[in-house]
């Protein structure tokens, strides 16, 4: 076992999160996430209305008894999602560690802390962290640019926003990006992180709530399968390549607006992905370390193996290397 300030902060056996995925973080994941130790979050707004995450909540409940957390993403939107009444929501299950992502947190992160929720905030700048840690938030999660979804646009790799946050941030803080085996654990631990959180190797799990096709697909990429849309929108989104995420980028390369590409990446088109098992209906989000993920297995062998393979290089592999 290996204990951190992070799972220590948070009571979980083991230093792993399954952070926020849209229509892949639901209760089904979350509890065999929870169930193998680990820490996992329902993504709130894969729940069509607050109701529904209060549903959700409680069908997670019934699977574990284990601590779970939700992921709330405040995204810029023309159309907003009542994000009070989420939050709400949230704190009226009961639920004691949320996942925060996005712009402008405070109004929430005060709300969460006034009912005693752990907050993780969620960004990819040591900038961004500094000031999560200023309005209070309780743990730090750092996604460099490797990861899938929103990577920023300051394209700072792991090997360097991880130990540069650590110098500047004193709540623990876990890495996020790229991560997807015990090496990678290791590597976030001795850069200065108290964990790692993983998106893309949870997709590829039995219990993942995505059609077997689209798992497949994870395994057979390599590290050179994702795009980056919405770069000339400066709301960059990592993305597997495929070939709606190839006509975007060529799109954008000629100088296409949000409008010319609005129904080529429709959020619904995505879910399609996963609910048809088309990986080339819509665009859906998937990390480089695609090309460290070779299999499809529990939620638990995978907790257990990362652990096991960390404690094992630490103890032997680097331990080993020191000369007496
Ligand atoms: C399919 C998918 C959907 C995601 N959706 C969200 C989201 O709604 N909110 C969020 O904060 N992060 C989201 N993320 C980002 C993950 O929580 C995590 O930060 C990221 O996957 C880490 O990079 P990795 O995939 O290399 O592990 C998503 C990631 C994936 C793979």
Redesign the pocket.
């Given at each position: 076992m290996l204990k951190t300030r992070f799972t220590e902060l948070v009571g979980v056996d083991h230093p792993i999160v399954q952070?926020?995925?849209?229509w892949?973080g639901r209760a089904d994941l979350v509890a065999a996430v929870a169930n193998a130790g680990a820490l996992g979050f329902i993504?709130a707004?894969t729940q069509p209305t607050p109701e529904a995450l209060e549903g959700e909540i409680a069908r997670c409940r019934t699977m574990t008894d284990k601590p779970f957390g939700v992921?709330l993403?405040i995204l810029p939107a023309i159309k907003p999602p009542p994000y009070a009444e989420y939050r709400q929501a949230i704190i009226e299950s009961g639920i004691k560690i949320v996942e925060t992502?996005g712009n402008k947190p405070q109004e929430h992160v005060d709300e969460f802390r006034k009912h005693g929720v752990i907050v993780i905030h969620?960004c990819t700048s040591v900038r961004h962290a500094l000031s999560a840690e200023r309005m209070g938030v309780d743990a730090i999660s750092i996604?460099g640019f490797?990861?899938?979804?929103h990577p920023g646009e300051d394209d700072t790799p792991g090997l360097i926003l991880i130990p540069a946050a650590a110098d500047k941030l004193k709540i623990p803080m876990i890495a996020?990006?790229?991560?997807g085996d015990g090496r990678g654990l290791v590597a976030a631990l001795a850069l200065g992180a108290e964990g790692i959180?993983?998106?893309?190797?949870f997709?590829a799990t039995k219990e993942s709530p995505i059609h077997e096709t689209v798992k497949q697909q994870i395994v057979a990429n390599d590290e050179r399968a994702t795009d980056l849309i919405f770069r000339t929108m400066r709301n960059t989104s990592r993305v597997a390549k495929n070939e709606i995420s190839q006509k975007v980028v060529a799109m954008e390369r000629e100088g296409a607006t949000f409008e010319d590409i609005r129904e080529l990446v429709a959020g619904a088109r995505g879910r399609l992905v996963y609910e048809q098992g088309d990986v080339d209906i819509g665009v859906?989000?998937?990390?480089m370390?695609q090309g460290l993920i070779n299999d499809i297995p529990s939620c638990a062998e995978l907790v257990h193996r990362i652990v096991a393979d960390a404690e094992a290089i630490i103890a032997s592999r680097l331990g080993g290397m020191i000369r007496a």
């Open positions: 952070g926020g995925m849209q892949v993504t707004l992921n993403t992502a969620k996604d490797e990861c899938a979804g996020s990006g790229g991560f959180n993983m998106g893309t190797r997709m859906w989000s998937a990390g370390v």
